[in-house]
DNA sequence: CCCCCCCC
């Protein structure tokens, strides 16, 4: 690229760049040959009001509101949907963010009106590297570059290396948005599908993950639960741009993506130790991974639920040295009960604690429970 | 926006 380009390729295409050459040219000619063709191509950058093309290309932990004009190369982390609003002269306004992410953080970006325009026409799409030129202030969480009429967001060939600060899952409460977070994949459901209220078909699944401060359920959204095809359990995972909810009948937080979030398979290393309840802790109402031995078998039954279909239940008893507790397996966990003998070490991991048969505490082993025989 | 902890 000659140097030319290179500075029209800042100016964000504001104007072609045969005008651009042109006015370079009589630029050279205007100033009797006293200056070189780059200086002044940056005079006509500056004529155009775009005054920083001179400027160093920065990395992302270095943008503060302080620095104003900025240049830097990003890769898009995620795309919000572009708003519209009226402004005080009657014209109607637009913006649209962007996060992007460079090796040493990500940050919010702002587009304005034609800029915001690019993510409107689906031009920005996630994992594009950009280059960008925009001026940093102070936005509404930290730090965030504005880019208006004069500033520059072009797609590069460059690629680039991401990091993203990620939250750690204990720290994932209720309410939170932008949520970034890498683990270790514990479990994958079954997708199900749904009817929407406008009618449409909707599609729901779930993936579960851990790190070494806890686990948490992920709802993934529609298009979203095709991310898990490519992935097995125990790989390490990354969430971008998760936000969370509390879950209406569980009343547990769970992440959720949804268009705008992204689930994809990352190399980190994440720890995760699953935690073992002692049996004799266990209280109704809550979920629970237990570690101990086979010390009671039941039968293999068959029944039909209200609704007339037919499910298969077995019941199980396992020990540990604080107690001993009744394990409901339902469904194809039942079919376990005729491969153990008395004495197997076994893990339950996500059961769900009740009062049951006189009054006992139970654990059900449903859909979400895995078991390891040891 | 969905699953919904079921048996004897």
């Known amino acids: 690229m000659d140097e030319i380009t290179e500075i029209y390729n800042k100016l964000g295409g504001i104007i ?8 370079v040219e009589e630029k050279v000619e205007q100033m009797s040959g006293l200056c070189d063709v780059k200086t002044a191509a940056m005079l006509v950058a500056h004529d155009l009001g775009v005054t920083d093309t001179a400027k160093e290309v920065i990395k992302i932990k270095d ?16 795309v919000f949907d572009v708003r519209e609003f009226n402004r005080n002269d009657g014209t109607i306004g637009k913006v649209g963010n962007l996060m992007v992410a460079d090796d040493t953080g990500s940050i919010r970006l702002t587009l304005w009106d034609e800029r915001a325009d690019l993510i409107k026409n689906g031009n920005i799409e996630v994992g594009d590297c950009m280059e960008i030129s925009g001026y940093a202030k102070d936005g509404y969480s930290g730090t965030e570059v504005n880019i208006g009429r004069y500033g520059v967001i072009n797609t590069t060939d460059q690629n680039i290396e991401i990091r993203l600060d990620s939250q750690k899952i204990s720290e994932i409460r209720d309410g939170m948005g932008d949520i970034n977070v890498s683990g270790k994949l514990l479990d994958i459901s079954d997708v199900r599908t749904f009817q929407k209220k406008d009618g449409s078909q909707g599609r729901v699944g779930n993936i579960l993950i851990g790190d070494e401060t806890g686990k948490i359920r992920v709802t993934l959204w529609d298009e979203k639960v095709d991310s898990t095809k490519e992935m097995k359990l125990d790989d390490t995972i990354e969430i971008i741009n998760g936000y969370a909810r509390t879950n209406n ?3 547990q937080v769970e992440i959720q993506i949804g268009n705008h979030g992204v689930l994809r398979k990352t190399d980190a290393e994440v720890e995760y130790k699953e935690s073992f309840t002692p049996i004799a802790d266990i209280i109704p109402g809550e979920s629970y991974s237990i570690e101990g031995s086979v010390s009671g078998l039941g039968e293999l039954r068959e029944f039909d639920r209200d609704d007339g279909t037919t499910n298969m239940v077995s019941n199980i008893y396992v020990s540990d040295d604080t107690g001993r507790i009744r394990i409901a397996l339902w469904g194809d966990h039942a079919l376990l009960v ?14 769900y604690s009740k009062a049951g048969f006189n009054d006992e505490i139970e654990l059900s082993a449903g859909n979400r429970t895995r078991i390891t025989i040891m």
């Open 16 to 23: 072609s760049e045969d005008d651009f050459r042109k006015k």
């Open 63 to 78: 943008i503060n509101p302080e620095i104003g004009n900025v240049n830097f190369v990003a890769k898009v982390v995620s």
């Open 249 to 251: 009948f569980s009343q």
């Open 338 to 351: 005729d491969e153990l003998d008395i004495d197997t070490p076994i893990q339950i991991i996500d059961a």
